[in-house]
């Protein structure tokens, strides 16, 4: 019976899901289609349809890479809400290098843009960073406001200054076609983002694993004072954590424009972000699991249209299926969250918060 | 007619295999100013928590004015006349001084008369000298302020036993007068305090009696009038037996470590070490004795590298290393640490022993190369240690929790002194350690010194402290008072000083 329990717990994530699937079915039913034949269209459209899967990888791509840029400040004990942001001010850094740098050839062009959108994730995320670890400022709040400021920033800069002449609505002119990033699957969308997406993730696993940088972050965590007497600076491992993330998520809104859209558009990342903290959570934090959860919601996206169009579904009934998913999932990790790994990661971040705290006291005397 | 106000009787609280309180009795007389004396955790907190209404006793009855009461929250204690000021002030610091006293009263209507209720504060206040403006906003009051406020909120709340937890640690030098004299008139209206504290002097200058507790029992209850610092220092931390292993070094080895007028503030950024210079000699043991709280901890975490000199110079060897960090101290300058709190400071209790062996120097090789471990080297390692210090465990990868706490501080140890140290502080490292445990870690800081290490020895325990040093130095309020060659370092002239009673003879020295 423990054994059942124990095996329920590991799989709530799952069963979340299922039973988001379970009621979205009510709702298919009630817009007039029959919910197997809907979920058969959209598995099989998302993930074995030759087109449909080059969506879902392409979806994939922001989706994964957010969900990393959240998973990492979390072993640290942080909260990185401001994937979005990050997201947006990466794009803008590397369309700013694509459209006005020219000259270079198109590989180490593309590198220079990658680099450039990693930097301008890793500035935005400094912000709260810097705020947290000096100012003990609650980096929750601050990395989700920054997100506002970063789209209408991004709007701003893609209706104005950088708006292609003539154009209807607010982007930008579109990049050099050298700048493309090259294909998974031939004529289709899936872009080459996925694969340094899958492997950052698996840097990420052995870094956690065995890597000196990923005990350190857990030490911070678990316990600072510990930390500090064993000559690892607190501050210093907060900022590097949001540094990377940034970076990580400033990739992902450089791959949607150098991947997929080849301009940078103004709203263009529909809430990537924030779903990258749905991967992070379906995955219980582990990079390696973020793959396949970011896979998963990726597919439920991509199907969710094909479905649209085969069943004839209204869009809003799929969107809010796709909010089920979201709901279950968080109330699957508040079910006994105190034992899970992200129980534990909430309370590492009131260690953190502690530690912060007698440190702050300690300077200001 | 009761002869006691508050009787506390024959209370035992265990938490698992520990007897926080032992059958303690304390009786305590109307309008009077009772202090609880004891050393940090020899009880009291336990105890006023069990009054409080926080813990349940697991046996015992609690007795208010004669009448057997059953305390299950703060709310019962209150209902009962008892209050309690917390060492961290439960106000809210947005609001007035008159918005705080009414929060959580009984019986306020469903219209919320301030005015009449400052009025009637402003009353209470005067009449006591409390010199507070009702309407001032609670967070821009001083510290001392506040502490005032928290005791007219438990007298407008009608306590008329009021307990103080550690009331003048939040308070400056110059407060503390003042807020004695409030004490003073409080008692004389007829109010009953209990005060918890483990500052001698404090309990001399204002309580009519004093319980002296230690290790969950009360040692002894008498009075003011018939007690001194020294006695009570003496009941305080001495042990009924003093067992002397004198393992004394005749020849000590030139100054390794030099602290040259070193202060550093705490956390309110007042004084918590006061100008204090120290000679360190290679192959010596010297023993550093105080009332918890004296500065101890600063002390020893401004050597280590934990907490910065607010001013003065360390030197080690004659190289200043005042602005060296904590790695730096230890790697380079041979800087070792057993940290008082292992749990707090010298563990990650999550990590394995194996981890833990290395968390100093982990990211180092050869434990580390490019940033990844190199886990066969990490065991390796730490199953040598823990071979030579016979750690007792399962394997490596337990984590670190599991282990008693003998155990972990051997992992300690080892892991400091491996490194082959030049300087070893060392704070409290025999509490809560059983007598094996307590004589391993001793023999092992006396083998250290034979080779020639300069040991630095925080202790309150003074017994043990005599066991192994050569010189004894007492801290009193981050004061170093006097330095005694360990053979005049008796119990009572070690214990006068901790109660800062300075040497006569010390004007020559």
Known sequence: ????????????????????????????????????????????????????????LQIMSPLLLAGLAVVLPLRAGLFNIGAEGQIYIGALFATVIALYVPGLPGPLHILLCSFAGALGGALWALIPALLKAYRRINEIIVTLLLNFVALHFVSFMVGGPMMEPGAPYPYSPEIPESLFLPHLLP?????????????????MFAVFHRGTFGFSLDTVARNPDAARYAGISVERHIIVAFLV???????????????????????????????????????????????????????????????????????????????????????????????????RALRRRQEVERALDAESEERES | MTEYKLLLDDISKSFGATRANDRVTLAVRPGSVHAILGENGAGKSTLMNILYGLYRPDSGR??????????????????AGIGMVHQHFMLVTQLSVVENIVLGMKRLGLQLNLAAHSRALEELSQSFGFDIDPWAEVGKLSVGMQQRVEILKLLYHEADILILDEPTSVLTPGEIGPFFDLLRRLRDAGRTIILITHKLDE????????????????KSELSTEEADTDMLAHLMVGREVMVRVRHPNRSPGATMLRLEKISVADARGLPALDVVSIDLRAGEVLGIAGVDGNGQAELARVIAGLVPAQSGRLLLEGVDITGAGVAERLQRFGIAYVPEDRHRDGLV??????????????????????????????????????DSYSVRMQSVDQPIRFLSGGNQQKVILARELDGEPRVLVVAQPTKGLDVGAIEFVQSEIIAQRDRGVAVLYISTELEHLLDVADRVGVLYRGHLMDVLPAEDASAERVGLLMAGVAPQRAGAA
């Open chain 2, 203 to 218: 309990v001399m200058a204002i309580a009519d009696r004093v319980t002296v507790m230690q290790d969950g029992k009360v």
């Open chain 2, 349 to 386: 209790l999550d990590a394995s022993v194996a981890q833990n062996a290395v968390l100093r120097r982990y990211r180092s090789p050869p434990f580390a190369r490019m940033g990844f471990f190199r886990p066969a080297m990490i065991r390796d390692h730490a199953q040598r240690l823990a």
């Open chain 1, 187 to 203: 004529r289709t969308d899936a872009h080459a983002g996925v694969l340094v997406g899958v492997v950052i993730a698996l840097v």
């Open chain 1, 1 to 56: 019976m423990t054994r059942f329990l124990s095996l329920v717990f590991l799989l709530r994530g799952l069963l979340a899901v299922f039973a988001a699937l379970l009621i979205g079915s009510v709702l298919i039913l009630a817009a007039g289609a029959d919910p197997l034949t809907a979920y058969g269209t959209l598995f099989q459209g998302a993930f074995l349809d030759y087109w449909g899967f080059a969506t879902t």
């Open chain 1, 245 to 343: 993330a940034g970076a990580i998520a400033g990739l992902a809104g450089t791959f949607e424009v150098l991947g997929h859209r080849y301009r940078l558009f103004h709203a263009f990342s529909q809430g990537y972000g924030y779903d990258g903290i749905v991967v992070a959570f379906l995955a219980g934090l582990s990079p390696l699991l973020a793959i396949v959860s970011a896979l998963f919601l990726a597919g439920l996206r991509a199907g969710a249209s094909i479905m649209q169009r085969a069943v004839g579904i209204e869009t809003t009934v799929i969107e809010a299926i796709q909010g089920l998913v979201i709901l279950f999932v968080a109330v699957s990790l508040a079910f006994r969250y105190r034992a899970t790994e992200v129980g």
């Open chain 2, 62 to 79: 609690i007795l208010v004015d004669g009448r057997e009461v059953e305390i299950h929250s703060p709310r019962d204690a209150l209902d």
